[in-house]
């Protein structure tokens, strides 16, 4: 039986602003197990990112329950969720969020000096990964001396820094050409078959079809699946 890595029930989330008030995530119940491959699907502003924040610890519920890896977040202090998405979650985030000022290898090794590596052993790391998605050759290039495709492999490689379980993916193909999108499919198929859990927001068809199974929102609601 595989664990359940994701929980969530009666899950709603609702922002208020100058006393108006919009219904991100309307009653929604879910669970993802360990090794899915799982795409995310709606039109724009039917509650995918907001979805993806959620499981991914970067934002709480307004009510319902969120548990990961069997623990209820609302219980859990801001050190242990920093510690959740820090070891468990990888991050793939449409903008790349690179930091200009460091080079690849840098930028990827970042995750790991946050988790109590050393520089020399966190960098050896990071160009082994940069390796492994065919950028032996960019380790010490700027995001600015590389390609959008090459910037989202850079990004991926970080978010595999601390061999995270999951990887959440949002828009992962949102900003580049359908060259460089499809070398990213095919990478983030890679990484389902060597283990990761893959979760990703997408308005990408071909992305979606890809995925083992799809969950449609719309209007902040799961309304196929």
């Known amino acids: 039986m595989k664990k359940v890595l994701f929980e969530l029930k009666d899950v709603w989330k609702i922002y208020c602003m100058k006393g108006t008030e919009t219904q991100a995530l309307r009653d929604i119940s879910l669970k993802i197990e360990n090794g899915e491959y799982v795409a995310i699907v709606g039109q724009s502003g039917s509650g995918k990112s907001t979805l993806m924040h959620v499981i991914g610890c970067l934002d709480t519920p307004t009510r319902g329950s969120v548990v990961v890896d069997g ?3 609302s219980q859990l202090e801001d050190d242990d969720l920093a510690k959740i998405r ?14 200009d ?20 052993e966190s960098i050896k790391r990071a160009k082994e990964l940069l390796k492994r998605v065919g950028l032996e050759k960019r380790v010490d290039h700027k995001p600015n001396q590389l390609s959008g495709g090459e910037q989202q492999r850079v990004a991926i490689c970080r978010a595999l820094a601390n061999d995270p379980e999951i990887i959440l993916a949002d828009e992962p193909t949102g900003n580049l050409d359908s060259r460089s999108g499809s070398e990213i499919i095919a990478l983030m198929e890679e990484l389902h078959k060597s283990g990761k859990t893959i979760i ?14 799809q969950i449609k929102l719309k209007d902040g609601q799961i309304v196929n699946e």
């Not at 070891?87 to 449409?94: P, R, T």
């Not at 690849?104 to 020399?120: L, Q």
């Not at 990703?200 to 199974?213: E, F, G, P, S």
């Open 101 to 120: 000022s460091l080079t690849a290898a840098e930028n990827v090794a970042m995750p790991m000096r946050f988790n109590g590596y050393g520089k020399a």
């Open 200 to 213: 990703m927001v997408t308005h990408d068809q071909n992305l979606a079809k890809r995925a083992k199974r």
């Open 86 to 99: 820090r070891e468990k979650i990888g991050f793939v985030f449409q903008a790349f969020n690179l930091i």
């Open 71 to 73: 623990k209820e977040i």
